[in-house]
């Protein structure tokens, strides 16, 4: 299969390797310096694109992905805000993006748990939940992506939520995202339900980027021959 990469830090570095390892070929690299490559015939005879930058340049690379006709992998957080918008636009124009706030096998696993335990634990109201996420001192957003993705999927299954806030809440419907941004922690995230008598922990702790960049081209070999807005649920089928 021949690949695209969109961002050259240290994320594409290591999916460049994991590609090469798994038999693809990397057709065309996207960075800074670059950007006019994505008109480039390199670039469009790509099978697939997968792409990790920031959210101020996610969306324009998206759309240059659309009019080169690559489907997309991408796992840049930080623009949901605008996600109803892109949806429609793959819609209209037939293209392609698979998009995850995480892309280790390990977490879409977790994500599973996480919602069944929330549709437990409704039957408890007097568990109370918060969420605590660490991670490395680069990344920009907090909460991170994948604790926002976490916290929707338990505000969807707890009818005693119905938002998430940072840090503290201050209202029974709220659930608070405590992020800590530490060291080199590649990810850590903890979902604590705790009542007067007890309290139950679920945590997922990632000890390398690997689990992201195999999980991003796992995606990307699931990708290449699918049309429309595609997640870890359709590649895990949970």
Partial sequence: MK??????????????????????????????????DFESEAFKSADVAIEFTIPQVALGNYRRTFAAGVPLVSGT????EELPAIKKEIEA??????????????????????????????????????????????????????????????LEKLDRKDCWVKETESKSNEMAIKSIREGQVPGIHTIRYESEVDSITITHDAKSREGFALGAVVAAEFTANKKGFLGMEDLLKF
């Fill in 93 to 154: 124009g037939n293209n392609t993006l698979f998009w995850s706030s995480n892309f280790s096998i390990g977490v879409g696993i977790f994500m599973a748990i996480n919602k069944q335990l929330a549709t437990i634990m409704n039957q408890f109201p007097n568990y109370n939940v918060e969420m605590t996420e660490v991670h490395h001192t680069q990344k920009l957003d907090a909460p991170s992506g994948t604790g926002i993705t976490l916290a929707e999927g338990i």
């Fill in 77 to 80: 957080t930080g623009w949901t």
């Fill in 3 to 36: 690949i695209a990469l969109i961002g050259y830090g240290k994320m594409g570095k290591t999916i460049e390797r994991i590609a090469l390892e798994r038999g693809h070929e990397i057709v065309s690299i996207i960075d800074v310096d670059n950007a006019n």
